[in-house]
């Protein structure tokens, strides 16, 4: 599975962007495609998940009510709608592709190269 993100950029606080995940390669119609961010400094942390088959969402805490995924099945891309942005949502956020255990453990075997988003205050 290749997966390639993109839509990340430098926008003030409060605003929004819309991060995607391409993929493609061999077939995942059971896999979990994932987000997670790594802050400067900091470890890569969960962000959202979605099952391909069922569009079941999963959230971390943190982003939840702000942020949104979604997937397309006929592109083959995951969305990420970033609303409300704070300055300590600034990260490289990657996306993965692998089995829901492994989404949420962090061990996927399927990764992005990464998107930087930079929130100004």
């Known amino acids: 599975v290749q997966l390639q993100a993109s839509g990340g950029g430098l926008v003030q606080a409060g605003g929004s962007l819309r991060l995607s995940c391409a993929a493609s390669?061999?077939?995942?119609?059971?896999?979990?495609m994932g987000w997670f961010r790594q802050a400067p400094g900091k470890e890569r942390e969960f962000v959202a998940a979605?099952?391909?088959?069922?569009?079941?969402?999963y959230y971390s805490d943190s982003v939840k009510g702000r942020f949104t995924i979604a997937r397309d099945n006929a592109k083959n891309t995951v969305y990420l709608q970033l609303n409300s942005l704070k300055p300590d949502n600034t990260a490289v956020y990657y996306c993965?592709?692998?089995?829901?255990?492994?989404?949420?453990?962090?061990?996927?075997?399927?990764w992005g190269q990464g998107t930087l988003v930079t929130v100004s205050s």
């Open positions: 993965a592709a692998d089995t829901f255990r492994a989404i949420i453990s962090g061990t996927a075997n399927n």
């Open positions: 979605i099952s391909w088959i069922s569009g079941s969402a």
């Open positions: 390669g061999r077939t995942f119609s059971n896999y979990v």
